[in-house]
């Protein structure tokens, strides 16, 4: 079993950067690959980001291609989401998850055994 909570979720103007923190209470959070999904009002819950359990292996939706950047810690035990040039349609709320005790990375939702909360990303201009 694994706790995901997430933080750093708030309102920015487009073209603005901010950074997404997950953090896991498992101890053996660096077997688990780690995913970044968003769910935008009224959509479904889509893939954004995940990365592998060393972080080798790193995969992005294409609409945040070269903008975000997935990243983990495995000594705290962290995994984040840095993202640039916001846009207006990146508002969402950011959904950390992992998968468990698989440590290669995917793009399913389906894949991910565990979920956080959500933190809410607002994005205007």
């Known amino acids: 079993q694994i706790q995901l909570v997430e933080s750093g979720g708030r309102s920015v103007q487009a073209g603005d950067s901010l950074t997404l923190a997950c953090a896991a209470s498992?101890?053996?959070?660096?077997?688990?690959?780690m995913g970044w999904f968003r769910q935008a009002p009224g959509k479904e819950r889509v893939f954004v980001a995940s990365i592998s359990w060393n972080g080798g292996i790193e995969y992005y939706a294409d609409s945040v291609k070269g903008r975000f950047t997935i990243y983990r810690d495995n000594a705290k035990r962290m995994v984040y989401l840095h993202m640039n040039s916001l846009k207006p349609e990146d508002t969402a709320v950011y959904y950390c998850?992992?998968?468990?005790?698989?440590?290669?990375?995917?793009?399913?939702?389906?894949?991910?055994?565990?979920w956080g909360h959500g933190t809410p990303v607002t994005v205007s201009g």
């Open positions: 498992s101890g053996t959070f660096g077997v688990y690959a």
């Open positions: 998850a992992a998968r468990h005790f698989i440590p290669e990375a995917t793009m399913s939702l389906a894949d991910y055994a565990y």
